[in-house]
């Protein structure tokens, strides 16, 4: 018996009888299963091969992140280490460095 025939037959109950708790909670249950499959099936992700892509997606997105992560220490390493230097090329021409070169 499929999730849809499983699903047909609680309403049909619910019709019948009266819809309890229990039926209801029930046809909520089904019908969030056959969602959940509909929408795995829609975005290609229903076949036994997904767990695995999904997890090799989830570590390409954490190297992905790391590198950003390291990319923007690096960079932030390189202007602060300009701007000192820039400093302390301000601070020998202040001093007259230049005129103790010659």
Do not use: C, H, N, Y
């Amino acid at each position: 018996m499929t999730r849809e025939d499983v699903l047909a037959s609680l309403m049909e109950q619910a019709g019948r009888q009266g819809a309890d708790i229990v039926t209801l909670r029930a046809i909520v249950e089904e019908t969030s299963e056959l969602a959940a499959e509909r929408v795995l099936d829609r975005l290609g992700l229903s076949d036994p091969g997904a767990e695995g892509d999904l997890d090799e997606l989830r570590e390409l997105l954490g190297a992905w992140r790391d590198a950003k992560a390291s990319a923007w220490r690096a960079f932030i390493d390189w202007a602060i280490r300009g701007l000192l230097a820039a400093l302390l090329i301000g601070i020998a021409v202040r001093l007259g460095v230049w005129e103790l070169l010659r």
